[in-house]
């Protein structure tokens, strides 16, 4: 079954860092385009970052730009995304998705993911 396991979420203090991966199992990570979201209760999902299945091309949110990288391994089969000058309105539960359709572009609308990991916390506080 196609399956994506986030990891690497932990508690970190404001301006830390973070590496969070995205292992894909069941398919082939180099026919997707991988996108990172994130959600806090009561709140909607958001785009964080994504990266079309080439690697080639990447998007961020306005909120992370110059402090988040996402990066592919395709010979991994994984995901990543580095979290630098981490903030406490950066804790979040942060998700991973894929989609094959249009992989060769992405984009941070959640509505166009197909397969999603179960997500790994993170919590940003002094």
């Known amino acids: 079954q196609l399956q994506l396991v986030e990891s690497g979420g932990g508690l970190v203090q404001p301006g830390g860092s973070l590496r969070l991966s995205c292992a894909a199992s069941?398919?082939?990570?180099?026919?997707?385009?991988i996108g990172w979201f994130r959600q806090v209760p009561g709140k909607e999902r958001e785009g964080v970052s994504c990266?079309?299945?080439?690697?080639?091309?990447?998007n961020y949110a306005d909120s992370v730009k110059g402090r988040f990288t996402i990066s592919r391994d395709n010979a991994k089969n994984t995901v990543y995304l580095q979290m630098n000058s981490l903030k406490p309105e950066d804790t979040a539960v942060y998700y991973c998705?894929?989609?094959?359709?249009?992989?060769?572009?992405?984009?941070?609308?959640?509505?166009?993911?197909?397969?999603w990991g179960q997500g790994t916390q993170v919590t940003v506080s002094s």
């Open positions: 990266i079309n299945k080439s690697g080639g091309n990447t």
């Open positions: 069941g398919f082939t990570l180099n026919y997707y385009a």
């Open positions: 998705a894929s989609r094959s359709l249009g992989s060769w572009y992405c984009n941070l609308r959640d509505v166009d993911y197909s397969t």
